[in-house]
């Protein structure tokens, strides 16, 4: 009597369930791939997510991705761009993220996702529908498109600084109209510090760009730590940044701010081997007092800052403006 050995069927045995080899797939792709549930809570980040955003694989698990990796601001700015886009009200919620979708349709937009220490990581994220075996959207995945030889950035080259990875400019007019028409509606307080690294150029002149380069990234990196998520701050020319603050309850609470971080600013660096010590000044204004539109703060915290004397730190709050 001869015994049976079963033998194996190829094509039952050796091949792996599509879900197996997406899965396989997306944890080792090289850039970042999220995906949320139907409620826009993160589900899973891939390992090249996690190593650039500072987070364990499940500690994100289950938290909403608003105010988490995509602060608040970024999803109403969004919120507002794609009410008038679709001609429809659309909320500012994580929902953002997949509202422009249609049936099998993929949407790509620029977000600045932000590392477990608050620093800012522009990508570009495509996102798409996620569905279960019964073709129901069960959630949204997005993935950072990889990019191609000869590919420019340019629309992130315009918006965002590659020194110090914060927005520029170009950004500051948005996030601020927003904010503005926010807390005209909530009766809040807003603030706006312009900021400059007194004598930046000579610094630079006497012991070269790359310890001026130095000294700006410490700087964005203190902005970073000192401002909450939901605040922007924004790199401009030279040795000058702006922050933007929002949701306050009154002037005294924008004053101490702009105090802790003038600061904080001034505290030593370390550039190679040396130790430099910035002085940071800081001009100061608020909405509704100084005004309610961006150019006139931003006029009035140039004139505060020219209050400060050039060689000491310190923060001037521009005088209360009358009646535009």
């Known amino acids: ?122 990508t570009r994220l495509s996102v798409g529908f996620v569905r279960n075996g019964h073709g129901q959207v069960c959630g949204l995945i997005a993935v950072e498109p990889l990019a191609r030889a000869g590919d420019g950035d340019t629309l992130r080259l315009m918006h965002h600084d590659t020194l110090t990875g914060l927005p520029t400019r170009a950004v500051l007019q948005d996030r ?45 990196s203190r902005l970073h730590f000192e401002l909450r998520k939901t605040d922007t701050a924004v790199r401009l020319d030279h040795g000058q940044f702006a922050a933007l603050l929002v949701d306050l309850h009154s002037a005294d609470e924008a004053r101490h701010v702009a105090d802790k971080i003038a600061h904080a600013l001034s505290a030593a660096v370390n550039v190679g081997v040396a130790r430099l010590a910035p002085v940071a000044r800081v001009g100061l204004v608020w909405s509704p007092a100084h005004g309610n539109q961006l150019l006139p703060l931003l006029e009035r915290a140039e004139a505060a800052l020219a209050q400060v004397p050039a060689g000491q730190g310190g923060v001037c709050a521009a005088p209360l403006a009358t009646a535009d």
Not at 196 to 213: H, K, N
Request: net charge negative.
């Open 176 to 220: 601020a109209e927003m904010a503005l028409l926010r807390a005209a509606r909530q009766k809040s307080v807003l603030a706006l510090m312009l900021i400059e690294i007194a004598g930046f150029d000579a610094l630079c002149a006497q012991y070269g760009r790359s310890v001026g380069d130095d000294v700006l990234r410490a700087t964005a």
């Open 1 to 122: 009597m001869h015994s049976h050995h079963p033998t194996l069927d190829p094509q039952a045995h050796t091949w792996l369930e599509l879900a197996e080899i997406q899965t396989l797939l997306l944890d080792a792709y090289p850039a970042v791939v999220l995906e949320l549930d139907a409620q826009n809570r993160l589900r899973w980040l891939n390992p090249a997510a996690c190593a650039r955003l500072g987070y364990a694989s499940a500690e994100l698990s289950g938290q909403p991705i608003a105010g988490t990796l995509i602060a608040r601001e970024e999803l109403e700015a969004r919120a507002a761009q794609l009410s008038v886009e679709l001609g429809k009200h659309v909320v500012a919620d994580a929902g953002v993220l997949g509202a422009s979708l249609g049936n099998g349709g993929t949407d790509e937009h620029d977000w600045i996702l932000r590392h477990k220490d608050g620093s800012p990581h522009p």
